[in-house]
């Protein structure tokens, strides 16, 4: 889903599945997260930290979940025209 206003686009993907505690959201910004694959965590800490870089700390990427629910990732840029 993409939802933008008149300064903000925002792309959610959500999905379904097992989710995720806060403490595996907290390893997995911080690039500490190692699950079955080598580089599981390196790209959305890297993605996060570019897009705060070059458009400020109101945007990047945000990940909420619920164990057993859902887990959601919402990435946050300014439009521009």
Do not use: H, W
């Amino acid at each position: 889903m993409t939802k933008s206003s008149e300064e903000t686009l925002t792309i959610s993907v959500k999905d379904d599945g097992v989710g995720m505690s806060q403490e595996q959201i907290k390893k997995l910004m911080e690039g500490g997260y190692t699950g079955k694959k080598r580089f599981n965590s390196i790209g959305i800490k890297n993605v996060d930290e570019r897009i705060k870089l070059i458009f400020g700390e109101s945007y990047g990427v945000k990940i909420s979940s619920i164990l057993g629910e859902y887990t959601e990732v919402l990435v946050t840029l300014p439009l521009m025209r």
